[in-house]
T-cell receptor, first 111, second 114 residues
Framework: GEDVEQSLFLSVREGDSSVINCTYT??????LYWYKQEPGAGLQLLTY?????DMKQDQRLTVLLNKKDKHLSLRIADTQTGDSAIYFCAESSNSWGKLQFGAGTQVVVTP | KAGVTQTPRYLIKTRGQQVTLSCSPI?????VSWYQQTPGQGLQFLFE???????NKGNFPGRFSGRQFSNSRSEMNVSTLELGDSALYLC?????????????FGPGTRLTVT
């Protein structure tokens, strides 16, 4: 079946890089996503990567995909206090409208 | 472009009542998906509508239903509310095409059942 796993917590100092990891089990995943959720808010789409890509860079964000190991990571360069939030990894696999989400990684940025 | 809007933002209902939540997608998007978010179960897919037709459905009881109108706005209905239905209900808007899977979420409706 489908399963997406993430570590639950990450603490990082302001100005350092953050790396959030995710593993998934569905080998038919076509797109993989990273979303950010701040307290009391909905989900903000940060970036996504198609399964035939290895890497995607978007300003401070770098997504790495290892399809063989079904491992996805999100690197945030120069992490700021405004990056404190819960980050969700999600995958879609030819199932209309359905994203399978991980449990979310709480990122806390300390000054 | 305006983002996804959901109304109401907060709702308090009593067990046994029913509730209707509304979602207006981004202009030009034809697909609306609904998700339930709870601390215990995380984010779970409810259903997806495209051009007024339900294309996909998650594993929720029949008390959860939805519909989509010709302007792509969608409503979700929960009948005979239970305490466990307390959650943040999120809708997501997407172009709905096979080549475009990205989903943009609204702020959610926080439902509390007492």
């Amino acid at each position: 079946g489908e399963d997406v796993e993430q570590s639950l917590f990450l603490s990082v100092r302001e100005g350092d890089s953050s790396v959030i990891n995710c593993t998934y089990t569905d080998s038919s995943s076509t797109y993989l996503y990273w979303y950010k959720q701040e307290p009391g808010a909905g989900l903000q789409l940060l970036t996504y990567i198609f399964s035939n890509m290895d890497m995607k860079q978007d300003q401070r964000l770098t997504v790495l995909l290892n399809k063989k190991d079904k491992h996805l990571s999100l690197r945030i360069a120069d992490t700021q206090t405004g990056d404190s939030a819960i980050y969700f990894c999600a995958e879609s696999s030819n199932s209309w409208g359905k994203l399978q989400f991980g449990a979310g990684t709480q990122v806390v940025v300390t000054p | 472009k305006a983002g996804v809007t959901q109304t109401p933002r907060y709702l308090i209902k009593t067990r046994g009542q029913q509730v209707t939540l509304s979602c207006s997608p981004i202009s030009g998007h034809r697909s609306v998906s609904w998700y339930q978010q709870t601390p215990g179960q995380g984010l779970q897919f409810l259903f997806e509508y495209f051009s007024e037709t339900q294309r996909n459905k998650g594993n929720f009881p029949g008390r959860f239903s939805g519909r989509q109108f010709s302007n792509s706005r969608s409503e979700m209905n929960v009948s005979t509310l239970e305490l466990g239905d307390s959650a943040l209900y999120l809708c997501a808007s997407s172009p709905g095409l096979a080549s475009s899977y990205e989903q943009y979420f609204g702020p959610g409706t926080r439902l509390t059942v007492t």
